[in-house]
């Protein structure tokens, strides 16, 4: 089979269509034959973050120990371990397997629901983990009730088109921060209110938010906590390292003393929420953004393309 490799450490020509075998599942999982994968951030940012980062993720000081690329996946079912009940072969799903940027993949059952009926392989490839970062940010972390005044900072990206969507979905007033070529996208998908980062700092707003998801960015926790309200979260998902990082070792500090809450949160992929948002995606209430589609011998040019901008929700490789 083709599969794009991580072949050793430097720009996106590093990653290379080479010749696999074929995988075979093991008794919990289920092989698919790949009809369409996604970026996510967890793939780009292997190219903007410190070498050495890089490497404790890859393993291996010289060369990648671990070669896989790929996460999102829509495809068929073509085998099922002895353990596995809830898939059959041929049929359609979409989840999460490692290496997904492949023409078979490999993974547990619980990574897995059915596809949408009313999406294409494409388009339901652009869904898992970016909307179930979104929905865990929200629902599980953020603990997102009706009526509350939510903020999405980094609105206009893969993780932030689904998390304005959610937001409204759970009945709340969203404002949705982003650059000014996506002002119009994130208000097309239901934003109450846009904010233009080139043109206005929303920390110094004087407005307050019960809850802020930082998708994307690049602010302080002091900033973050001055557009909280008494009793607000932020929940950080990425954004730059000087973002992150801070609110993994400092946040539970700043959390202990006053009301205002602080998370870092890493996605949990499991069935249950695939299902779930596989019915708002059926219903209408969530529509996957779709920026640009490569195919798979084009990876590196995908990775390039997001690198250098910023994509209008997400970018789909077609396998």
């Known amino acids: 089979m083709k599969a794009i490799a991580f072949t050793r450490y430097g720009p996106p020509d590093v990653l290379q269509l080479q010749e696999r075998d074929k995988p075979s599942p093991q008794n919990n999982e289920v092989l698919v034959r790949v009809r369409a994968s ?6 780009w940012r292997q190219f903007t973050l410190p070498p050495m980062f890089v490497r404790l993720l890859r393993g291996g000081l010289r060369l990648p120990e671990d ?5 999102d996946l829509a495809g068929h079912v073509e085998a099922v371990g ?14 999460l397997g ?29 869904v898992p983990l970016a909307a179930l ?7 599980d972390h953020g603990q997102i ?43 097309s998908i239901g934003a109450d209110h846009v904010i233009d980062y080139t043109k206005e700092d929303f920390t110094r707003s004087g407005r307050r938010y ?28 990425g954004g730059a390292m000087t973002q992150f990082l801070p609110v993994i070792f400092l946040g539970p500090l700043f959390s ?32 996957p953004v779709i920026d640009r589609k490569y195919p798979l011998a084009e990876v590196p040019d995908a990775i390039r393309y997001l690198v250098e901008g910023h994509a209008r929700g997400k970018v789909v490789i077609t396998v």
């Open 133 to 139: 970062t979104a929905l865990q940010a929200l629902r």
């Open 98 to 126: 490692r290496g997904a940027f492949a023409e078979y993949v490999c993974a547990v059952e619980d990574h897995f629901a059915v596809k949408p009926a009313n999406l294409s392989f494409e388009a339901a490839a652009a």
């Open 210 to 237: 019960d809850l802020i998801a930082a998708v994307n960015g690049n602010h302080s926790l002091l900033e973050y906590r001055r557009g909280l309200s008494a009793r607000g979260i932020c929940v950080v998902v």
């Open 38 to 43: 996604s970026v996510n951030a967890l793939e």
């Open 67 to 71: 070669t896989a690329f790929g996460g």
């Open 256 to 287: 202990r003393f006053g009301n205002r809450k602080f998370q870092a949160m890493m996605t949990r992929p499991n069935q249950q929420d695939l299902l779930l948002l596989k019915q708002l995606l059926e219903a209408g209430a969530v529509v």
């Open 82 to 95: 002895a353990e596995v009940t809830r898939f059959q072969p041929g049929d359609e799903v979409f989840g």
């Open 145 to 187: 009730a009706p009526g509350q005044k939510v903020l999405i900072n980094g609105a206009g990206g893969g993780v932030g088109t689904f998390a304005v969507q959610l937001a409204k979905h759970f009945g709340a007033d969203v404002t949705a921060v982003c650059g000014t070529r996506n002002v119009d996208m994130v208000r």
